[in-house]
């Protein structure tokens, strides 16, 4: 949790937390929104969809679900699965709804 | 002339970024976010953990009752513990092994002496390394390594960087981050 917005280069974290993974398993990023007024020299990934898509990239299904709860404990969580085939040319984005 | 000479070193005091009471938390925003990252043992860092206690204690728990779905045989590393709300809530899982990598040297040191965990990993061997990593291209630099060696089911590692942390880890069957 909150954790995400801090990794530069994001890239090289995702790559190191996909190739650690077995086929199948699953990372989840818990984020939250206050992040975006951090000083971006410090909170260098508050783009949501861009981390998603930095994701999807490194070849995870992601699933980004709705903000969750609310107030000062909202987040909203960033959910990827290493595919069972393994990396295969990029993984899917699906929003859950 | 006292009074000059005090509000001089009150000065140097509150405003030098070394000094343990150092205020930059509240008009140093590259301060604050960095006492955000990685709380440190001063006031800066005292006041970023109060306020992570208040913001994360809600969350933390439900991330792990609403989105892991940990198991007896699952291995899960949790990157950033803080004050260890999610890893609390993951024990009572009762998953293979836990690995908790914080680059805060005084949430770690909160960890290490938290009771609930200590009984929960079953402490049999203790093993202190520290390890200093510096590397010019990530931004969790400069970081110190504290790995528990434990023995029985589960481990709690605290670890600085994912790099070298990563390494060691054993390949399980299922292996489920919570970031």
Redesign the interface.
């Known amino acids: 949790m909150n954790v995400l917005q801090f990794l530069d280069p994001l890239r090289e974290y995702v790559d190191e937390v996909y190739r650690v993974l077995k086929p199948g398993g699953l990372v989840v990023w818990g984020n939250k929104d206050v992040a975006k007024a951090g000083d971006p020299a410090v909170f260098v990934n508050t783009d949501w969809d861009k981390c998603a898509a930095v994701m999807s990239a490194a070849g995870f299904e992601v699933t980004r679900a709705k903000v969750r709860l609310s107030g000062k404990s909202a987040y909203v969580p960033l959910v990827g699965r290493k595919p069972r085939a393994g990396k295969g040319g990029g993984g899917s984005e699906q929003a859950v709804a | 002339m006292v009074i000059a000479v005090a509000v001089v070193v009150l000065s140097v005091v509150i405003f030098h970024r070394s000094s343990p009471v150092y205020l930059g938390f509240f008009f140093d ?2 301060s ?3 006492s ?2 990685a709380p440190g043992p001063g006031v800066s860092g005292w006041i970023a953990r109060k306020l ?1 206690a ?7 728990v ?2 792990v009752e ?3 779905s940990v198991h007896s045989g699952h291995t899960v ?1 949790e ?2 513990p ?1 004050h260890g709300f ?1 890893l609390r809530e993951i024990l009572r899982k009762e998953p293979a092994h836990v690995y908790a990598i914080e680059v805060s040297e005084s949430f770690r040191s909160t960890l290490a002496a938290d009771s609930d965990f200590s009984k929960a990993v079953e402490v049999l061997t203790l093993t202190l390394t520290l390890t200093v990593t510096r590397t010019l ?4 630099t400069l970081t110190l390594t504290l790995t528990l060696t434990l023995t029985r089911k589960r481990c709690l590692r605290y670890a600085a960087t ?2 070298p942390a ?1 390494r060691s ?1 054993p ?9």
């Open positions: 925003s590259r604050r976010a960095e955000l990252r992570m208040i913001v994360n204690a809600e969350s933390n439900d991330v609403s989105l892991l590393v990157l950033g803080g999610s291209t990530l931004t969790l994912p790099g990563f880890f390949r399980s069957r299922s292996i489920v981050f919570l970031v």
